[in-house]
T-cell receptor, first 109, second 113 residues
Framework: KNEVEQSPQNLTAQEGEFITINCSYSVGISALHWLQQHPGGGIVSLFMLSSGKKKHGRLIATINIQEKHSSLHITASHPRDSAVYIC???????????FGKGMKLTVNP | DTGVSQDPRHKITKRGQNVTFRCDPISEHNRLYWYRQTLGQGPEFLTYFQNEAQLEKSRLLSDRFSAERPKGSFSTLEIQRTEQGDSAMYLC???????????FGPGTRLTVT
């Protein structure tokens, strides 16, 4: 079993919908990262969380350390949000990031 | 553009050849990371530098792989005697500290024929 699991693996939504992407992990962590990857490979860091909740524009990320679970929410989705969203955790005592497989989001106009 | 650059962006090589990739991090970042990503998968950690010291290496980094960061600025990743299984996107990232965001370069796509 992977140490970081994301669900769903693929999601198609209509423009304007509220979207939730989930990430569960099975190891002790010092931080959790949400990353966005567009076709062609470029990865952009969206959030780094160690507790609670962060908001940036239409994106909200939450983490529950006790339940080892994080969610990324996108409000008022737009076709430009179409990308792969990757969850990665920094294991305690290590600089190593362990990545989920990513979730491919397609937002149709 | 995140400020992290990688060169080359694409490399096609024949099996058995050596290849070297370069990463230039954001100048004030003391931490530099190398990752590998194959199609349809999330990235996998390869190695990490703090300044010029290589502090962590993955078991994925076989004897054919070597990475350096000689003056604590740019880094190179060399793959000797390339194999078809080495075909992947090689990503570099940098950060300012241990619990800060990582900034990723555009990657070098390696194809071994």
């Amino acid at each position: 079993k992977n140490e970081v699991e994301q669900s769903p693996q693929n999601l198609t939504a209509q423009e304007g919908e509220f979207i939730t992407i989930n990430c569960s992990y099975s190891v002790g962590i010092s931080a959790l990262h949400w990353l966005q990857q567009h076709p062609g490979g470029g990865i952009v860091s969206l959030f780094m969380l160690s507790s609670g909740k962060k908001k940036h524009g239409r994106l909200i990320a939450t983490i529950n350390i006790q339940e080892k679970h994080s969610s990324l929410h996108i409000t008022a989705s737009h076709p430009r949000d179409s990308a792969v969203y990757i969850c990665a955790v920094k294991k305690g005592g290590s600089e190593k990031l362990v990545f989920g497989k990513g979730m491919k989001l397609t937002v149709n106009p | 553009d995140t400020g992290v650059s990688q060169d080359p962006r694409h490399k096609i090589t024949k099996r058995g050849q050596n290849v070297t990739f370069r990463c230039d991090p954001i100048s004030e970042h003391n931490r530099l990371y190398w990752y590998r990503q194959t199609l349809g998968q999330g990235p996998e950690f390869l190695t990490y530098f703090q300044n010029e010291a290589q502090l962590e290496k993955s078991r994925l980094l076989s004897d054919r792989f070597s990475a350096e960061r000689p003056k604590g600025s740019f880094s190179t990743l060399e793959i000797q005697r390339t194999e078809q299984g080495d075909s992947a996107m090689y990503l570099c990232a940098s950060s300012l500290g241990t619990l800060t965001e990582q900034y990723f370069g555009p990657g070098t796509r390696l194809t071994v024929t």
